[in-house]
């Protein structure tokens, strides 16, 4: 590990952790920074006084001035239990370990490692360089190691180069923040790109807010390829990598913003929301299901899908339906769905059978003493089985129909964790669960593969995992289901807000060794008027389900 002290931020300690806690790996060496040591001194606290006089006097400072105000109000919005750049001492945990301090050979923002500084390094015979210190490395130091520096870039490197990481996502409002671990080189961002992830940029204009998820949401990318090195070799690992893409960012390098820049960014964001607090009504966002019947199926889709023909299902008053699956039994359609009371903020699975183009009365089909959502209901040898999103109970679950279609039990606990949206895909033999799995800090999201042999087998994950961490595709849509003999994922975009669009992801590739989908046909919320999200979606025979968002007055609706 290449460090500039023992004192590292909180998401970069968890590495440490992971690595110290794993079965596969060990960390041999750190290398201090011993410029750092001499430079780290933090300097005395300057008065009021001095500050302005210091800034007034110095024109890059003047040049930051609003950026550096927004920082200190924005502060304010980091909450210390999930600030993942809040610093920890890990002298205790690095105590045991071979250490060594390097005195670069700087140039700039580059360091140089001295010849017999990288001898001594390449006498371990390490298989990795992690760097969480240092600054711009060139030279040898780059091949010191069998595979390797690895190190993170927090921005998508696609659009960000530069920083402040994660302020320029919401100035532009781009919905997506990008983090991606890397393998360095002699050019700067040109290195290998081991993992990528993109995660949902936070609502607002804070930038405290915003680097929670890609941060922690990315913390993980470490472990997960050193698991994957040590497990499937280096060439797989290579394999699996992120193609280079073209640059599209808006500046070709980006740095701390103007006081312009800020000036143009705020006013009218401050403005809007001082006028939405004055004129603002009650609103919640209100889920509805809708249905279809002999429609062309959404699969089949060649341009802008066309689903002005579903019927809308208006729910109780107190209650939405939403998450909707839909099956087929001795010649009937029954769709299971979230049944969501306002009151009790909890929900339940209901069912209700397909009559004459809409829905019949509601029935109660499972209920906990803890929220249920997305029911993806099965059958697996002529039996009914249900898997429903109990994330509020930290376990996923798997239920056994005794009596079709109201009448469930529990059969088994599948899983313990912050799992979500379980789906499962039944095919030669072979039960193949997909589940995305939630960092609870930021909630920040991936999907993980695993398979078994039977309903009570034992899951083994799979070689690409995590299958994605893109909160675009990330977590589960509706069953999955084939059509013209190609096999779709249905999955939601949760980037601008919680379950803004849809798509069917083609399963291209699937089996032991290998994953592979595409996205082919994204449904977005302008398909009715006044949507704001639309995000399950499922087909049996020529019935569709879909369920949408629409943000309506709280009076209206609880």
């Known amino acids: 590990m290449l ?19 794993s079965d596969f790996a060990g960390i041999d060496l750190v290398v201090f920074n011993g410029a750092a040591a001499k430079t780290g001194k933090p300097r005395p606290a300057r008065s009021l006084t001095r500050r302005i006089v210091d800034t007034a006097l110095n024109p890059a400072q003047r ?61 371990k015979e390490l298989d990795v360089l992690i760097r969480f210190g240092f600054n711009i490395l060139r030279g040898g130091i780059l091949n010191a190691a069998r595979f390797g520096v690895w190190s993170y870039h927090h921005g998508d490197n696609d659009r960000y180069r530069g920083g402040p990481a994660y302020f320029w996502e919401v100035l532009e409002g781009n919905p997506v923040s990008g983090a991606i671990l890397q393998v360095l080189t002699e050019e700067l961002d040109a290195g290998k790109v081991l993992y990528k992830g993109l995660f949902a940029t936070d609502e607002g204009f804070s930038l405290a807010r915003n680097r929670v998820q890609p941060y922690w949401g990315a913390s993980t990318f470490m472990i997960q390829k050193l ?21 599209l960012g808006r500046k070709k390098i980006y740095s701390t913003p ?16 001082i006028v ?65 009371e306002y009151a009790t903020q909890r929900g339940k699975i209901s069912c209700a ?31 009914w089985y249900m898997i429903p999103e109990s994330v509020s109970a930290g376990t996923v679950e798997l239920y056994r129909c005794t009596r079709f279609p109201d009448a469930w ?66 977590r589960g849509g509706g069953a999955i289901f084939r059509h013209g003999g190609r096999l779709y994922r249905p999955s939601q975009d949760c980037s601008g807000e919680y379950g803004r669009s849809m798509t069917l992801n083609e399963i291209l590739v ?31 025979g020529s019935v569709e389900i879909i369920d949408g968002k629409t943000r309506l007055p709280v009076d209206q609706v609880v």
């Open 353 to 383: 059978e397909v009559r004459n183009g809409g829905l019949g009365e509601p029935l109660t089909a499972l209920e906990r003493p803890y929220h249920l959502s997305y029911p993806c209901v099965f059958r697996d040898a002529g039996v």
């Open 3 to 21: 460090l500039d002290s023992s004192s590292l931020s909180r998401c970069f300690s968890e590495v440490v952790d992971h690595i110290l806690q």
């Open 510 to 540: 699937l089996d032991p060794e290998r994953y592979r989908e595409e996205p082919c046909v994204t449904v977005e919320p302008g398909w009715m008027k006044d949507l704001v999200g639309t995000h399950t979606y499922g087909r049996a």
């Open 258 to 273: 103007s006081n312009g820049e800020m000036a143009r960014w705020l006013a009218p964001l401050l403005t809007g929301k």
């Open 409 to 474: 039990q529990f059969e088994r606990e599948l899983l313990k964790g912050s799992a979500v949206d379980t789906t499962i895909w039944i095919e030669d033999g072979v039960y193949w669960f997909f589940v995305t799995l939630q960092e609870p800090r930021g909630y920040a999201s991936q999907l993980w593969l695993y398979s078994a042999s039977s309903l009570d087998g034992k899951w083994t994950p799979h070689p690409s995992n995590p299958i994605s961490t893109d909160v675009r595709y990330a």
């Open 63 to 123: 040049r930051r001035l609003l950026f550096n105000l927004y920082q200190s109000w924005d502060r304010r919005n980091a909450d210390p239990s999930t600030d993942p750049l809040a610093m920890v001492d890990c002298a205790e945990r690095l105590a045991g370990v071979e250490s060594m301090s390097v005195e670069p050979e700087t140039k700039r923002f580059v360091h140089r490692f001295p010849a017999d500084d990288i001898e001594r390094i390449r006498e």
């Open 276 to 340: 939405r607090r004055l004129t603002k009504r009650a609103s919640i966002r209100h889920w509805r299901i809708a249905l279809r019947l002999g429609a062309a199926p959404l699969a089949e889709t060649k341009s802008t899908p066309d689903l002005s023909d579903f019927r809308w299902i208006e729910s109780p008053r107190g209650r939405f339906f939403a998450d909707p699956f839909v099956v087929e039994e001795k010649g009937s359609h029954w769709v299971f769905f979230e049944d969501y």
């Open 227 to 247: 698991r994957e090195l040590h497990a499937h070799g280096w060439e797989h690992v290579e394999k699996n990598g992120v193609e280079p893409a073209p640059y």
